[in-house]
T-cell receptor, first 115, second 108 residues
Framework: GAGVSQSPSNKVTEKGKDVELRCDPISGHTALYWYRQSLGQGLEFLIYFQGNSAPDKSGLPSDRFSAERTGGSVSTLTIQRTQQEDSAVYLC?????????????FGNGTRLTVT | RKEVEQDPGPFNVPEGATVAFNCTYSNSASQSFFWYRQDCRKEPKLLMSVYSSGNEDGRFTAQLNRASQYISLLIRDSKLSDSATYLCVVNGFQKLVFGTGTRLLVSP
């Protein structure tokens, strides 16, 4: 079946512009994560959605970052007034049922470059 | 203390060698453990889950030590294609937490 789909795969934007990144999880997966990864670095947790529960936003680096998940499926990550340090690969992952005993399936990521 | 800690490496080993990585975790209530593999400029992919009794998948063996709160990954007969970053994943406080990864380089 289809895996986790992210779009766009690449995004180049000017400093100060807003960007929206989209994640379409595997059908039926209730848990959805956003991570970002800078070149040569580990995964940095951003936000976690689990079913209808309030999202865990503890990893969002600033109030310029926000995310929503409509209808328990597609999620969008929005970065307002982008800065050069926002340049990274943004990875979305989903898992089945309870996130704490199910492995994650990752999308291919969105490579964001802020010029 | 970080929730999940790994030695970043790199571990440089010749083909055919046996190599082992450890990963320590801080939450003693953690119940789920995984090893992921990430190739350069690619997304992480599940390598194997880690079960309490330990488990093996071909050349790969995973172990869990609850008393000392660490998991390990053993790779036997290393291949060039094993070169990658290996990520330890543990369920923390209601969500999965990734280590920063251990880089493995297998040379001819």
């Amino acid at each position: 079946g289809a895996g986790v789909s992210q779009s766009p795969s690449n995004k180049v934007t000017e400093k100060g512009k807003d960007v929206e990144l989209r994640c379409d999880p595997i059908s039926g997966h209730t848990a959805l994560y956003w991570y970002r990864q800078s070149l040569g670095q580990g995964l940095e947790f951003l936000i976690y959605f689990q079913g209808n529960s309030a999202p865990d936003k503890s990893g969002l680096p600033s109030d310029r970052f926000s995310a929503e998940r409509t209808g328990g499926s597609v999620s969008t990550l929005t970065i307002q007034r982008t800065q050069q340090e926002d340049s990274a690969v943004y990875l979305c992952a989903s898992s089945l049922a309870r996130a704490d005993n199910s492995p994650l399936h990752f999308g291919n990521g969105t490579r964001l470059t802020v010029t | 203390r970080k929730e999940v800690e790994q030695d970043p490496g790199p571990f440089n080993v010749p083909e055919g060698a046996t190599v082992a990585f450890n990963c320590t975790y801080s939450n003693s209530a953690s119940q789920s453990f995984f090893w992921y593999r990430q190739d350069c400029r690619k997304e992480p992919k599940l390598l194997m889950s880690v079960y309490s009794s330990g488990n093996e998948d071909g050349r790969f063996t995973a172990q869990l030590n609850r008393a000392s709160q660490y998991i390990s990954l053993l790779i036997r007969d290393s291949k060039l294609s094993d070169s990658a970053t290996y990520l330890c994943v543990v369920n923390g406080f209601q969500k999965l937490v990734f280590g920063t990864g251990t880089r493995l380089l297998v040379s001819p």
